[in-house]
T-cell receptor, first 112, second 110 residues
Framework: DGGITQSPKYLFRKEGQNVTLSCEQN?????MYWYRQDPGQGLRLIYY???????QKGDIAEGYSVSREKKESFPLTVTSAQKNPTAFYLC???????????FGSGTRLTVV | AQRVTQPEKLLSVFKGAPVELKCNYSYSGSPELFWYVQYSRQRLQLLLR??SRESIKGFTADLNKGETSFHLKKPFAQEEDSAMYYC????????????FGKGTKLTVNP
């Protein structure tokens, strides 16, 4: 059953802690993306990677970090430098231009 | 700079009425546009792409380069169309990425 798996579904973080959100795909897609979804803000791009061992900052990369050591995995770390981390995080992937993205089911992060 | 504008946060219609969700874009290159839909408790999914000129679930969207618009239309709305709709623009060049609008929440009332 092919697709994108994000884990965990819900995550609680204390202020000052770093947390890592997992994104795994078995679609053999080259490109992967992390978006943040906030009510009334739509989806905003955090980081993206078009090939293994390479990634670029999106529009709101501050306070986040990523790695792309394997084609199927693109974890996102929310660091303590992120001022307002409470949000819904979506991972996506695509195999080639123009066919659209496949999205994961998301991780809801709450800072407590 | 690339930008996608969806002017309506909320849109409410009655079942059987026509519906139009507006989308305007700003982009210096040749645009590729998409509509994505997110039903309650489901993941975001592709609804349609302008390049394929398809009709999905009765929805259509035509790219109007003169008006820089890509409005989503359906002649007869159904209750199951109630969802969040996002218009998105695919940028060109070496760093291709989807730029999303802020979304429109459509409610179809019985």
């Amino acid at each position: 059953d092919g697709g994108i798996t994000q884990s965990p579904k819900y995550l609680f973080r204390k202020e000052g802690q770093n947390v890592t959100l997992s994104c795994e795909q078995n679609l053999n897609h080259d490109a992967m993306y992390w978006y943040r979804q906030d009510p009334g803000q739509g989806l905003r791009l955090i980081y993206y990677s078009q090939i293994v061992n390479d990634f670029q900052k999106g529009d709101i990369a501050e306070g986040y970090s990523v790695s792309r050591e394997k084609k199927e995995s693109f974890p996102l770390t929310v660091t303590s430098a992120q001022k307002n981390p409470t949000a819904f995080y979506l991972c996506a992937s695509t195999s080639r231009r123009g066919i659209g993205y496949t999205f994961g089911s998301g991780t809801r992060l709450t800072v407590v | 700079a690339q930008r996608v504008t969806q002017p309506e946060k909320l849109l409410s219609v009655f079942k059987g009425a026509p519906v139009e969700l507006k989308c305007n874009y700003s982009y210096s290159g040749s645009p590729e546009l998409f509509w994505y839909v997110q039903y309650s408790r489901q993941r975001l999914q592709l609804l349609l792409r302008h390049i394929s000129r398809e009709s999905i679930k009765g929805f259509t969207a035509d790219l109007n380069k003169g008006e820089t618009s890509f409005h989503l239309k359906k002649p007869f709305a159904q209750e199951e169309d109630s969802a969040m709709y996002y218009c998105a623009l695919l940028t060109q060049g070496g760093s291709e990425k989807l730029v999303f609008g802020k979304g429109t929440k459509l409610t179809v009332n019985p």
